[in-house]
């Protein structure tokens, strides 16, 4: 069983800052993957970022990038020089890298951008 | 361009009745999901397809059936046994590729609503 935790339900920044969204995780598997995706006011799912268990490296992508702590089952997104586009919700999610994907999705951060 | 076609966008439902929500991928994707998303809440999982011909429950069953006669296409029914059906509904598709899980795409959504 997976499930993951995003305990702030909300967090502003300033435009040009760096913000970091916190997760935290329980699963049973040796291996599996871990995602953010954003969800803009127009309620589509974009995947932001994926990172692979196995992987000790940590993921990037362009302004964002995760710092991930395996044994402390933590998966916290940074966002740097935040844009106004960046204003969405924030879902943390984890899934089983074998034949029987099953994404769980965290309950979601709303981020807000301030000008 | 491939991708998720969900339809339509917006949806009501007469108490009652049962609706069905459509659910077409061209992406040649084996696996196909339905997610439920409520205020505040992350994305739950209703029931998922990893083949033709095959699908199982996810978290909240109850009162939504599925089909999968064909590759492209998952439709969901939501039943009048579903007591509380206002809520946004997403549907997904995944691949399996090299031996692992590829992330999820998603479609737009559609919006159920109780006249």
């Known amino acids: 069983a997976q499930t993951v935790t995003q305990s702030q339900p909300e967090m502003s920044v300033q435009e040009a800052e760096t913000v970091t969204l916190s997760c935290t995780y329980d699963t049973s598997e040796s291996d599996y993957y871990l995602f953010w995706y954003k969800q803009p006011p127009s309620r589509q799912m974009i995947l932001v970022i994926r990172?692979?268990?196995?992987?000790?490296q940590n993921a990037t992508e362009n302004r964002f990038s995760v710092n991930f702590q395996k044994a402390a089952k933590s998966f916290s997104l940074k966002i740097s020089d935040s844009q106004l586009g960046d204003a969405a919700m924030y879902f943390c999610?984890?899934?089983?890298?074998?034949?029987?994907?099953?994404?769980?999705f965290g309950k979601g951060i709303t981020l807000s951008v301030r000008p | 361009d491939g991708g998720i076609t969900q339809s339509p966008k917006y949806l009501f439902r007469k108490e009652g009745q049962n609706v069905t929500l459509s659910c077409e991928q061209n992406l040649n994707h084996d696996a196909m999901y339905w997610y439920r998303q409520d205020p505040g809440q992350g994305l739950r999982l209703i029931y998922y397809s990893q083949i033709v011909n095959d699908f199982q429950k996810g978290d909240i069953a109850e009162g939504y059936s599925v089909s999968r006669e064909k590759k492209e296409s998952f439709p969901l029914t939501v039943t009048s046994a579903q007591k509380n059906p206002t809520a946004f509904y997403l549907c997904a598709s995944s691949s399996w590729t090299g031996g692992l899980n590829q992330p999820q795409h998603f479609g737009d959504g559609t919006r159920l609503s109780i006249l």
């Open positions: 999610a984890s899934d089983y890298t074998g034949a029987n994907s099953k994404l769980t």
């Open positions: 990172q692979e268990a196995y992987k000790q």
